[in-house]
């Protein structure tokens, strides 16, 4: 028997029409006794239909989604639609004020703590609310990320193989209806995937058809990312069955590349603690044992920097932004052209 979540609302999610309100999460501090974290959720429902989820803010520092979101929770109304749109703009509220990646109240990362605790810490409440209350609801799902302060992607709407080919050929369905510029393609993650906790995993754990993306990165926002995921998030309304072809959709015509991570080496990692200096830009094709990068010791000039190479060969989508690194870190992945 799952625990009840202590989240309350003023949004009924089986009314028609269009509401904006909050998940007010209970926070009691010195401030305010009987405190809560409001958390906004929009629901613009009408009559039967599909059930699409569209979540960001999960990392607070993460904005291209966020801001796509705030452009739909104002601009969809329940007679563009057919079915339930439900809309959270900022997952990880007190992260997205504070534009951190995880939260400044219990240093949680929302994109690691599922299927979270409804008696947790505020991220792990967060968590289980999404889990439990939400994804029961939900057809298809969408969390948009982005690189975070730390990292800079080209930007790009993915998908996570789920072992259930049935459920991946639907999840690609959907990628290819996003129309992104590269469809990307997890075969595999540095943190192990499906496994560590993730929105993304715990959706595909309850049969959800489920995509993700990186919009952008480096603490920044992308006008490209933002533009993609505002066009990628009508064709996906379009393709889940909730919304009409408008005629824009069609305007830009769709010529995504399909792209994949396929192992561990397609990542690098600092090989020490220094001062990292790339020697490859985003978008960029390399080879594998193809330099890097290096690092330097800038409390020890004289000593030779510590050279890093990459393992694989294929295109540099995402680049490490911070030129501090501690051994460990990730500088670089790669991509390939997705071989089905
Ligand atoms: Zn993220």
Known sequence: MTQPTRIFTDVDYEQDGKQVGWLYLPYSVTRSAYGNISIPVACIKNGKGPTVLFTAGTHGDEYEGQIALCKLVRSLQPGDIRGRV?????????????????????EGNLAR????????????????????????????????????SSLDYVPFASMRKSGNPELDARAMAA???????????????????????????????????????????????????????ERGIRNLLVH???????????????????????GQDYFVLAPDAGLFEPFVELSENVQAGQPCGQIHFV???????????FRASGMVVCKR?????????????????WKG
């Open 86 to 106: 439900i809309i959270v703009t900022a997952a990880n509220l007190p992260a997205a004020m504070a534009g951190t990646r995880v939260s400044p109240l219990d």
């Open 113 to 148: 703590v599922f299927p979270g605790d409804p008696d947790g810490t505020p991220t792990r409440a967060i968590a289980h609310y999404i889990d439990t209350v939400l994804f029961p609801k939900v057809d298809f799902y969408h969390d948009l990320h982005a690189g975070g």
């Open 175 to 229: 990628l290819r209806a996003f129309a992104p510029p590269i469809g990307l393609v997890w075969a595999h993650s540095l943190d192990s995937g499906l496994s560590i906790g993730a929105a993304i995993g715990a959706a595909i754990r309850r049969g959800i058809v489920t995509l993700g993306g990186e919009f952008g990165g480096g603490g920044g926002v992308s006008i490209t990312g933002v533009r993609v995921v």
């Open 240 to 262: 889940a069955g909730c919304m009409a072809p408008d005629g824009k959709s069609k305007e830009e015509p769709a010529q995504t590349r399909l792209m994949e991570v396929r």
């Open 299 to 309: 409390d020890n000039p004289a000593r030779e920097p510590v050279p890093t190479a």
């Open 321 to 337: 932004r911070f030129g501090r690194v501690e051994r460990g870190d990730c500088v670089a992945h790669l991509a390939t052209d």
